[in-house]
């Protein structure tokens, strides 16, 4: 058994890593929302950049939108059975 | 005193010489050379070398300048790291084709004119296609041809191009394009070098060829093309408006096809499309910051890139399986190939600490910097995708998921090293970015490691992972192929044949095979008769009475020809007599 294992296949530990997983989401969003209006550090190109947490919320919908969009074209025109070409 | 050795010499030469070796001094041999090469590369100084005369041109094999250098260190040290891979492979041609490659690649690199640049572009695509070839089953065959003709109607367009550019100018010289821009050779050169840069429509050779490669020629294959590709974009084409739209549409189109893919080696291919767009796109916006930005993600791209490609080489070298579908849960037995694939799924998603952080975010600010909304927005985008695919559903589905039994061991020593040792230099430009900005063609002003830069970026990765597990069942890889533009000869090549075979063949043989009959065949018989009458009686009549008058007068001839110096001397002497007489007398 690898450490990896030891992790994954321990429901107690598996639960534990989900909730790091959960809490460091949510230490990021605020560390990000809080360099650009409490630190004042840093300044972005564009106006939406100055939205609280743009990086977080631009990330999910892109992730969201990605996977969506392309699985509709997929399934209603791009993907075929696997002896299409034969 | 041999003033400059071209480093793809050692490569191109030396890789005729590999079957003589045998054993482990043949894995030394094969290390050496390119080893010899990045010497060979480091060791050159600026400048112009190697020119040489020919019929009335200058050929210049050795354009040694700081973007040059650049691409040859990489290209170099992707040639060592890719061997390494490759050292247990027993087959002597796919050593040398590789070897090849690679040399082959530093040439169109040095290359300082058109002429020079295109004999290297054709070895490069032969070379290739070779590592096709070797997987020699029939898919991987075809896969071959078909990488073949692509390449060689690029390297078609690339000729014309030149031919015009040279008929126009007077010049070979392979400087930037843009004073030409408008005209048949810019547009004929570009679309060559956008076929090798895969940018689609002209891309779908990419994923078509590559996966049907050799477990380690797909490994070379994956460095060279698309990026000696970039490297002459950046010399010929910086600040064309029309890169910057190309580039950042081939960002998304690779991510849009790598959710769909099954296949891991079709879908790490997509994704060089995608970050082959971004270098793309920087090229296009063409400021010095943008061109950093492109050659430094080449750099980090090649390798992060290649170690990809070592990581799913190793699943499918163990295991015999390139399907999603069908992997699952090897990370118990394959730890070690879990965890370098995995650094090179950060490098390619940007994730702080690792090389594509580095190189990526360039080419993003660049954007920002010149108030590119759009393609800012779209390279964003894509950076998102580029974690979802590569850094979370393919190793999700390649090493964890549902587990699908299958238990095999650690590949063979020689791959570990070699992805271990590309591991060590993306995590090293990764934290160390000076090392890498302090070659690159213009002077660096920029720092990507900002508070709101590192931040955002984690923002970025970290809510696509919750995406990513919030959305796990849309996204299960399903048993299909997608259909990309290589539909159009792929599929067309079918019609093609249906065509030759059912209508043109069936027409042919009623309608043009009768139509023949009456109106090619019996007259000419017919003529050929009337020909052959004339023949005997006027042509054969003349021919005879010519022969006839030459054998009468010849007659005639023997008897003053009498072969006595004394009658030859009395014939001249009346001769001459009769001559003077004429003479006197008129």
Redesign the interface.
């Known amino acids: 058994?690898?450490?990896?294992?030891r992790i994954?296949e321990d429901p107690v530990r598996f639960k534990k890593v989900k909730k790091i997983?959960y809490i460091?989401?949510i230490l990021?969003?605020l560390?990000?929302v809080a360099?650009?209006y409490v630190?004042h550090?840093?300044?972005?190109?564009?106006w939406f950049?100055g939205i609280p947490?743009?990086?977080?919320?631009?990330?999910?919908i892109?992730?969201?939108?990605?996977?969506?969009?392309?699985?509709f074209?997929?399934h209603h025109?791009?993907?075929?059975?696997?002896d299409?070409?034969d | 005193m041999i003033e400059w050795i071209h480093p793809g010499v050692f490569l191109i030469i030396g890789a005729l010489l590999i079957p003589l070796f045998k054993g482990r001094l043949k894995q030394v041999y094969l290390v050496a050379l390119p080893t010899a090469a990045l010497i060979g590369c480091i060791l050159t100084s600026q400048g112009t070398h190697g020119v040489i005369h020919f019929l009335g041109y200058d050929l210049t094999f050795g354009r040694v300048d700081r973007l040059s250098l650049l691409f040859s260190y990489v290209f170099s040290i992707m040639g060592i790291i890719g061997i390494v891979y490759a050292l247990h492979v027993k087959d002597d041609a796919q050593h040398i084709s590789a070897m090849v490659y690679v040399g082959s690649a530093l040439g169109v690199t040095f290359a300082g004119d058109l002429f020079v640049l295109f004999i290297f572009w054709e070895f490069m695509a032969f070379s290739a296609a070779l590592l096709v070839f070797l997987r020699k089953s029939k898919e991987a065959v075809r896969a071959g041809f078909r990488y073949l003709l692509v390449h060689t109607f690029s390297g078609v367009c690339l000729l014309g191009g030149i031919i015009i550019h040279l008929s126009q100018t007077g010049s070979i010289a392979f400087n930037s394009m843009m004073n030409y821009e408008g005209g048949i050779a810019f547009y004929l050169i570009l679309l060559s070098f956008m076929i090798n840069a895969a940018v689609p429509p002209f891309g779908a050779w990419l994923p078509d060829a590559y996966p049907e490669a050799t477990v380690t020629g797909a490994v070379f294959m994956t460095a060279y093309t698309t990026k000696s590709a970039v490297y002459v974009l950046i010399r010929g084409f910086a600040g064309t408006e029309l890169l910057i739209w190309m580039g950042a549409i081939m960002a998304i189109y690779g991510?849009?096809?790598a959710?769909?893919e099954n296949d891991c080696r079709r879908l790490l291919a997509y994704h060089i499309i995608s970050q082959v767009g971004y270098m793309v796109c920087g090229v296009g916006i063409g400021t010095e910051m943008a061109l950093n930005g492109s050659a430094s993600h080449a750099f980090a791209h090649i390798l992060y890139k290649g170690l990809l490609f070592m990581g799913a080489g190793a699943v499918l070298e163990m295991t015999g399986k390139r399907k999603l579908t069908e992997l699952g849960g090897i990370?118990?037995t394959m730890?070690i190939t879990?965890v370098l694939y995995m650094i090179g799924g950060f490098s390619i998603s940007a994730v702080p600490l690792f090389s594509g952080f580095v190189s990526k975010s360039m080419v993003v600010?660049a954007a920002?910097?010149s108030?590119m909304?759009i393609p800012?927005l779209m390279l964003?985008?894509a950076s998102?995708?580029t974690f979802?695919s590569t850094g979370l559903k393919l190793p999700y589905y390649m090493f964890?998921g549902k587990d699908s039994g299958i238990r095999v061991k650690e590949p063979p020593l020689n791959m570990l090293i070699a992805m271990g040792m590309a591991s060590f230099i993306c995590i090293f430009i990764g934290v160390f970015p000076g090392s890498l900005y302090s070659l690159l063609p213009f002077p660096v002003h920029y720092t990507s490691y900002?508070?709101?830069?590192v931040?955002?970026?984690?923002?970025?990765?970290?809510?696509?992972?919750?995406?990513?597990f919030m959305?796990l069942r849309?996204?299960d890889p399903?048993?299909?192929?997608?259909?990309?533009t290589d539909w159009f000869y792929?599929?067309g090549a079918k019609v093609f044949m249906w065509l030759a075979n059912k209508p043109v063949a069936r027409f042919e043989y009623n309608v043009v095979g009768e139509a023949y009959e009456f109106v090619v065949r019996k007259p000419i018989l017919g003529i050929a008769h009337l020909l052959r009458v004339f023949d005997t009686n006027a042509v054969d009549g003349t021919v005879n009475g010519v022969g006839r008058m030459i054998v009468a007068s010849s007659m005639i001839m023997r008897v003053i020809q009498s072969g006595q110096v004394q009658h030859y001397a009395i014939i001249m002497a009346l001769g001459i007599f009769a001559i003077v007489a004429l003479i006197i007398l008129l």
């Open positions: 058994m690898n450490i990896f294992e994954l997983f460091s989401l990021m969003a560390i990000e360099i650009v630190f550090l840093g300044h972005g190109y564009f950049e947490a743009f990086g977080s919320i631009y990330g999910f892109s992730c969201a939108l990605i996977i969506i969009v392309s699985k074209l997929g025109w791009l993907m075929k059975k696997e299409y070409y | 991510v849009v096809y959710v769909l990370y118990k730890p879990m600010s920002g910097e108030h909304m800012f964003t985008l998102a995708g979802l964890f900002t508070p709101q830069h931040m955002s970026a984690l923002g970025i990765l970290g809510f696509t992972a919750l995406g990513f959305l849309q996204l399903e048993p299909t192929t997608s259909i990309d792929r599929k």
